[in-house]
């Protein structure tokens, strides 16, 4: 609780190959893994409605259809005002973002955009870092 850093919450498919997640105390946010997507909604709404905790962003790792993702941009809290970030089993993905004013927008992203994302938002380690 003494981890002042911005939240990402991510929810993983763990039969698939691991990513090289940077959740190291010199990360620039704490990374959360959560088990499945219905532990994943309870905690970002218990974390930003009752803990008043900043998540930065939720990211589902090959772990959700798209309907179950559709479902959870349906369902947002509204005190949620980070990125939410599907990486599909291709690689590819969608962001969803907030647009100025009210409401979100939906970008489709390419295999190398979320590589981009995730590297740019220092979210896989140093060595993964190196390589990508």
């Known amino acids: ?5 911005r939240i990402t919450l991510i929810t993983r498919n ?3 190959a691991e ?20 532990v994943l909604e309870y905690a970002l ?7 008043h905790r900043d998540v930065e962003r939720v990211i589902i790792d090959r ?3 798209s309907a179950e993702c559709m479902d959870l941009l349906a369902r947002l809290p509204e005190q949620f005002h980070g990125d939410l970030l599907l990486i599909r089993h291709d690689g590819a993905g969608f962001l969803s973002a907030r647009a ?9 992203l390419k295999e190398v ?6 590297t740019m ?12």
Not at 1 to 5: A, E, F, I
Not at 19 to 38: G, H, N
Not at 100 to 108: D, H, K
Not at 113 to 118: I, K
């Open 1 to 5: 609780m003494d981890d002042l850093r």
């Open 14 to 16: 763990p039969s698939l």
């Open 19 to 38: 990513r090289d997640w940077d959740s190291t105390l010199s990360a620039s946010t704490r990374i959360i893994f959560v088990k499945s997507m219905s």
């Open 45 to 51: 709404r218990n974390a930003v409605s009752e803990l």
């Open 63 to 65: 772990s959700a259809t």
């Open 100 to 108: 100025r004013g009210e409401g979100r927008l939906l970008y489709p």
């Open 113 to 118: 955009d979320v590589e981009f994302y995730l």
């Open 121 to 132: 938002h220092g979210l896989v380690s140093e060595r993964a870092r190196m390589i990508a």
